[in-house]
């Protein structure tokens, strides 16, 4: 075997500089990754209208290109895009926030109609352990307190009522939201052909081209079909709730739609809201958690038969990588933020599979970046992991 040659100094120098680089964007990468949450949720004021908005304006494009096509200009397409959108979502929270608000008001009146419906579970459950009849006994033994005098409010008629009652702040924020949207799709345009244009080779801006349309594709079309999903979810809830007589049936329909929105959670969340609703109505329990019941049943059949029809495999999303983003974005901005954490997530999954995986395990670990010895990326050394890939 001839002898090794001496390892350059300049291979030396260059191995050095590899593992610094590879340490400081180890270092660098991990505080970001710490960091950003932090300054999202501090800076939720910013971030939350304009994900919101440019989320909204991305599912809006096909729109936009739809009416371009047929010779609008873009600033008024942008326009009419932006008035359909706040009139639809104009009407669906007036339809849902209006008689809320006077179920929230009715509550206090009807918490005696709740004790009574409840009394039969809670004592079929204090009947099976003394040790819960106990302590049934000892709260109810504890003086109730009345209730303060509520001031009748008069309840939000649209949106911007409800962004104005509610802080200056957040009529800011939607005005704000609502440029976003505008400027975002009169410049969609010349925004996209300026990204595509700037590639220095044909094949980056190929690449380009292509991870932009599939972003559009793919968030407008699983947004555009959920959205036509929960719709028909909350009319066909409404119309068995309208059947058995509970008030209101819009309402909760637009709830369970708006609800539905957020895999997992959401329908839960519906269900628990409907089974209070029907405690305050009914006055048998079993009745009363019909609504309920419904609800449920309809989401099962829609979950496991509708929806995987319609999406198909192609919007398939891991449901570990759903957890971990409703979990993320709903920590870092409540309800509004799960409900913004499937669409973010098949952007995120879009661009990544369009672009490629970073291959970082490989920049870190591999010829010789992060390996003790000396004289891994000698020429040797590498001859030989040449021959052995």
């Known amino acids: ?26 270092m660098a990468g991990a505080g970001l990754f710490l960091a950003l949450p932090f300054a999202l949720q501090a800076g939720s004021e910013f ?63 009807r918490i005696q109609l709740i004790q009574s419906n409840v009394k039969p579970l809670i004592d079929f459950y204090s009947n099976a352990e003394r040790f819960v009849n106990r302590t049934i006994e000892n709260f109810a033994t504890v003086p109730t307190r009345e209730a303060p005098a509520t001031v009748a409010a008069t309840p939000p008629t649209g949106l911007v009522d409800l962004v104005g009652t509610s802080a200056p702040s957040a009529l800011i924020e939607m005005f704000f939201a609502i440029l976003v949207i505008y400027f975002f799709l009169s410049g969609w345009t010349r925004l996209r052909r300026a990204a595509i244009t700037s590639r220095t080779s044909f094949g980056g801006a190929l690449a380009t081209a292509r991870v932009i349309q599939d972003v559009v594709d793919d968030t407008s079309a699983y947004l555009g079909t959920i959205t036509v999903i929960n719709v028909m979810l909350g009319l066909i809830v409404a119309g068995a709730l309208y059947l058995i007589g509970m008030p209101t049936p819009l309402m909760w329909g637009g709830i369970v739609a708006l609800l539905n929105y957020i895999p997992y959670f959401g329908p839960v969340m519906a269900a628990a809201l409907l089974a209070l609703g029907g405690l305050m109505t009914f006055d048998e329990l079993w009745w009363a958690l019909l609504p309920a019941v419904i609800m449920t049943g309809a ?39 799960a409900l913004l954490a499937v669409p973010l997530l098949i952007i995120v999954q879009t661009v990544v599979n369009a672009a490629g995986k970073p291959d970082i395990a490989g920049f870190l670990f591999e010829h010789g970046t992060l390996v003790s010895r000396p004289g891994a990326r000698h020429p040797v050394f590498q001859k030989k992991n040449d021959e052995a890939s």
Not at 10 to 23: G, K, N, P, S
Not at 304 to 330: E, M
């Open 299 to 337: 989401h099962l059949v829609e979950a496991n038969a509708i929806t995987p029809l319609v999406v198909g495999h192609r919007l398939t999303i891991s449901p570990i990588l759903i957890l971990v983003s409703l979990s993320f974005w709903g920590w870092v901005w409540g309800t509004p933020g």
């Open 47 to 109: 971030f939350l209208p304009l994900t919101a908005a440019i989320v909204i304006a991305i599912a809006l494009v096909p729109a936009l290109e739809w009416l371009e096509r047929r010779g609008l200009p873009a600033p008024l397409a942008a326009f009419t895009c932006v008035i359909v959108f706040l009139a639809a979502a104009n009407a669906a929270l007036a339809s849902i926030v209006v008689p809320a608000w006077e179920w929230v008001r009715l509550l206090p009146e």
């Open 1 to 26: 075997m001839p002898p090794v040659p001496p390892i350059p100094d300049e291979a030396v120098e260059e191995l050095r500089r590899d593992r610094l680089l590879a340490a400081l964007t180890l």
